[in-house]
């Protein structure tokens, strides 16, 4: 599986932008870039993904570096709920076999404070 | 739309004994995937099934075991359980494999 890197933590104010980084030097043509969350004694959180193009959602914004190789998810203002951990995993979109699954590396513990 | 459910939330077990953990998918959702988290190992995905038939496995040993139903529900076994078999046990639902995925809110085991 491609591999990912996060910081381990970072820290935001209430209501500023927060940018969480990904770097995926190896990442293949066909990788989905794909970002969850897990808040506090919940299950993962589906956020976004991409593939080249930025993409926005009600939740984040996914920014794409034109070569592929890191990313960045942006909250454009956070709020205290939005602290939890934030997982970037690939996928390969050609399918089959391991790519069924999510491969999660150990995230960035984001803070928020009020 | 009702989300994942797993039941039950929480369990306790003896070390020797074996569980069931059960899954419900969201409705249409025909792919379910359980994941073990731990602090010491995070997320580590078990296996993957789709139209009742398993399509991928993870690095768990063969006392972990799932199986899928024709109406999409799943359940997953441990036997002979151990203590590190200690964790949140997720289960997650998508439509096909390249769609997000949901999850459920997890069972917690602990193994005494």
């Known amino acids: 599986d491609a591999k990912t890197t996060q910081p381990n933590s970072m820290e935001s104010n209430e209501e500023e932008p927060v940018h969480l980084p990904c770097n995926h030097s190896t990442i293949s043509g066909t990788d989905y870039i794909h970002w969850y969350r897990q808040l506090p004694s919940q299950g993962p959180e589906y956020v976004i993904h991409g593939l080249t193009s930025n993409v926005n959602n009600r939740m984040a914004s996914l920014a794409i570096a034109e070569d592929r190789k890191s990313s960045t998810l942006i909250l454009h203002r956070a709020t205290l709920r939005d602290a939890a951990v934030y997982y970037c995993i690939l996928r390969d979109v050609r399918g089959g076999g391991s790519n069924y699954k999510l491969t999660f590396g150990k995230g960035t513990l984001l803070t928020v404070n009020p | 739309k009702a989300g994942v459910t797993q039941t039950p939330r929480y369990l306790i077990k003896t070390r020797g004994q074996q569980v069931t953990l059960s899954c419900s998918p969201i409705s249409g959702h025909r792919s379910v995937s359980w994941y073990q988290q731990t602090p010491g190992q995070g997320l580590q995905f078990l296996f993957e099934?789709?139209?009742?038939?398993?399509?991928n496995k993870g690095n768990f040993p063969g006392r972990f075991s799932g199986r899928q139903f024709s109406n999409s529900r799943s359940e997953m076994n441990v036997s002979t359980l151990e203590l590190g078999d200690s964790a949140l046990y997720l289960c997650a639902s998508s439509l096909t494999f390249l769609y997000e995925q949901y999850f459920g809110p997890g069972t917690r085991l602990t193994v005494t």
């Open positions: 099934y789709f139209s009742e038939t398993q399509r």
